[in-house]
């Protein structure tokens, strides 16, 4: 899993995501899914959900704080691009954070992809942001068959 090294009050915007979606330019048959901003008039918006392979595409949040989380879109997107884990020989998850979590179908799906051997995932994690932890993100972070990358600025080429 990938996660962007702790910057108190500043912008965690390292490239979690963009590195992901590179990474899996070389995995042409990879499941998952990753988000993306929406921007109109550069301003952010909104997020989006994208599924690899279909690029199926549907709203995460528009308008966590300010956003709205759009949960059957955001489930009609990720849960079926997770479901072609099994099959495939990496799966994206970008990212197990505030805002997926509000899907009550999202984390017991996320822990069967982990929980299958014959698994790789190439995830994403939000780091605990003005020292508020998500427990579940911590749960991933701390189990034994998951390696940690910090991604920060410096190191992201």
Do not use: W
């Not at 079926?80 to 099994?86: F, H, K």
């Not at 954070?97 to 899907?103: I, V």
């Not at 993100?137 to 701390?142: G, P, Q, S």
């Amino acid at each position: 899993f990938l996660t962007a090294t702790h910057v108190p009050h500043r912008s965690l915007c390292v490239g979690k995501t963009t590195l992901a979606i590179a990474a899996m330019r070389y995995v042409p048959q990879a499941a998952g899914f990753y988000t993306e901003e929406c921007r109109s008039n550069g301003d952010r918006v909104g997020f989006g959900v994208v599924a690899l392979g279909c690029r199926k595409s549907g709203t995460l949040a528009a308008t966590v704080g300010k956003y709205v989380v759009d949960v059957a879109s955001f489930e009609r997107v990720a849960l079926p691009s997770l479901a072609r884990a099994a099959t495939a020989p990496v799966t994206l998850i970008d990212e197990v954070g505030k805002m997926e979590l509000f899907s009550p179908q999202f984390l017991p799906r996320v822990y069967a992809v982990l929980d299958d051997a014959s698994s790789t995932v190439l995830g994403t994690l939000p780091m605990p942001r003005y020292g508020h932890e998500i427990a579940a993100v911590e749960d991933i972070r701390a189990r034994p068959d998951v390696a940690v990358m910090k991604l920060s600025k410096a190191n992201r080429d």
